[in-house]
C-alpha cells in the first residue's frame, strides 16, 4: 500500500536548537498536513499545505510542500520545551479524504 | 474548526466485552472518521461513518468487529466488539469540515482490555 517515509524517527535536542523533519514517498500527494501530538491527547493540525511548491508559516514552524508533490518538511526554529511530542506528516490524494500518515517524528527538548 | 468530543475518554474493559465511543461535533461535517492508533504507533484509519448508510471500512477491519453508525451530521458510534487484549489502543475520531478540506482529531478514548 501506500506509505510516507517520515525521518527522523526521534530527535534529541538542545532548548533554541532549530529542528528539521521530512515525509517522502514514492505516490504523489494533493495536501500535505503535519501534526502534533502530546502524551494523552490527539493530533492537533499544525500546518495543512495544498500546492505545490508552497511554504507556509505558523509561528516558529515552517512547513513546505514538495515541488515534485512527493515529500514535505517541517521545520522549527528555536525549540522550546513545549515543542515536545510525536509530529505526524499526513498526506492526502485526489478525489478523497483518506489521509495517509507518516510513522511520526519523537522530539524531545532538554531545557 | 471543528470541536470533537469524545466519549468516555479512558476506559478498563474485561475481554469479551464490547465498548461504545461516541463522538460529537459541534458542527456540521462532511466526513467523519475513525482512526486506531495502537501503543507507540502511528495512526491507522478502521472506517470512514457514512451518514444513514453502512460505514466504508478499509482493509483489515470488519462491521463484525467494529460497527459503525452515523445518525447525522454531527455524531457518531465506533463499538468494539468481543474485545480481546489486542484491541487495547487509542480510538480516534475524525473529522472533514463542509468548509475545509482539513481533517481534524478528536482528543481520542484510551481503551485497555484485560
Not at chain 1, 500546492?51 to 514552524?61: H, I, P, Q, V
Not at chain 1, 515529500?71 to 489521509?99: E, R
Not at chain 2, 463522538?23 to 461535517?29: H, L, N, R, T
Amino acid at each position: 500500500g501506500q506509505q510516507l517515509n517520515q525521518s527522523p524517527q526521534s530527535m534529541f535536542i538542545q532548548e533554541g536548537e532549530d529542528v528539521s523533519m521530512n515525509c517522502t514517498s514514492s505516490s504523489i500527494f494533493n495536501t500535505w498536513l503535519w501534526y502534533k501530538q502530546e502524551p494523552g491527547e490527539g493530533p492537533v493540525l499544525l500546518i495543512a499545505l495544498y500546492k505545490a511548491g508552497e511554504l507556509t508559516s505558523n509561528g516558529r514552524l515552517t512547513a513546505q510542500f514538495g515541488i515534485t508533490r512527493k515529500d514535505s518538511f517541517l521545520n522549527i526554529s528555536a525549540s522550546i520545551p513545549s515543542d515536545v511530542g510525536i509530529y505526524f506528516c499526513a498526506g492526502q490524494q485526489a478525489g478523497g479524504f483518506k489521509t495517509i500518515f507518516g510513522a511520526g517524528t519523537r522530539l524531545f527538548v532538554k531545557a | 474548526s471543528a470541536v470533537i468530543s469524545q466519549k468516555p475518554s479512558r476506559d478498563i474493559c474485561q475481554r469479551g466485552t464490547s465498548l461504545t465511543i461516541q463522538c460529537q461535533v459541534d458542527s456540521q461535517v462532511t466526513m467523519m472518521f475513525w482512526y486506531r492508533q495502537q501503543p507507540g504507533q502511528s495512526l491507522t484509519l478502521i472506517a470512514t461513518a457514512n451518514q444513514g448508510s453502512e460505514a466504508t471500512y478499509e482493509s483489515g477491519f470488519v462491521i463484525d468487529k467494529f460497527p459503525i453508525s452515523r445518525p447525522n451530521l454531527t455524531f457518531s458510534t465506533l463499538t468494539v466488539s468481543n474485545m480481546s487484549p489486542e484491541d487495547s489502543s487509542i480510538y480516534l475520531c475524525s473529522v472533514v469540515g463542509d468548509f475545509s478540506e482539513t481533517q481534524y482529531f478528536g482528543p481520542g478514548t484510551r481503551l485497555l482490555v484485560l
